[in-house]
């Protein structure tokens, strides 16, 4: 059996075990040990909990197996191609229906209130023409248009910073896409608002 870690971050590492990976919150020196069971614990179930119901809509990596008592999730290993390091690679038409269906995938899970929290071609994986969204570390539930609107400004920016030679072709074809949202019109505006804002602060 080959154990190999494929991604570290602050909260957490990913292992790659035949063909399932393992997400594994570290434990935080600094805090007092019982809070920092109860911190993992408690991110590990509400994690689960989007990544389950995010499945009923969008695709994901399947089944969703919960630890809690070693604050893991085990999923099984997409073996795809992350956007993040191939969508620019691809035909400008090719690249365009891909941000058009994340648009229509991002619509189907802000429909059932779920908000994403780092909605980045890196946490996106094309296999057989289809999008896999991975780490929900930093989701939530919210009903909010502008928790919807910030996520979809990540979105937007995570495009102009990785794939600039064609961000704003890529953020029309999204917004085509998020278009079938019942509250498009109402995010879009929001979206407005946030740029504003952002624009204001530099």
Same mark, same amino acid.
């Given at each position: 059996?080959?154990? &190999? $870690?494929? =991604?570290?971050?602050? %909260?957490? &590492? $990913? $292992?790659? !075990? #035949? &063909?399932?990976?393992?997400k594994d919150r570290i434990s935080k020196s600094y805090r007092i040990p019982e809070l920092d069971k109860r911190i993992r614990k408690s991110r590990t179930k509400a994690e689960t +909990?989007?990544?389950?119901? =995010? !499945?009923?809509?969008?695709?994901? /990596?399947? /089944? $969703?197996? %919960? #630890? +809690? #008592?070693k604050f893991q999730i085990k999923m099984h290993y997409i073996d795809g191609e992350k956007l993040s390091d191939h969508l620019d690679k691809f035909p400008l038409i090719k690249q365009k229906q891909i941000c058009k269906q994340i648009g229509e995938d991002v619509a189907k899970i802000h429909d059932i209130e779920i908000i994403h929290g780092d909605l980045t071609t890196s946490n996106m994986i094309l296999k057989d023409n289809l999008i896999y969204f991975i780490d929900f570390g930093l989701g939530y539930i919210s009903r909010k248009f502008e928790d919807k609107a910030v996520d979809i400004h990540l979105f937007k920016q995570a495009l102009e910073a990785k794939h600039f030679q064609n961000w704003e072709v890529l953020f029309k074809e999204f917004e085509k896409g998020y278009s079938k949202s019942k509250d498009s019109k109402i995010v879009f505006e929001r979206l407005k608002a946030v740029e504003k804002r952002g624009r204001y602060k530099h």
């Open positions: 059996m080959t154990i &190999k $870690i494929i =991604a570290q971050g602050a %909260e957490a &590492k $990913i $292992i790659l !075990s #035949d &063909k399932t990976i393992t +909990k989007l990544l389950n119901k =995010a !499945s009923k809509v969008v695709n994901i /990596p399947l /089944p $969703i197996i %919960e #630890d +809690k #008592d």
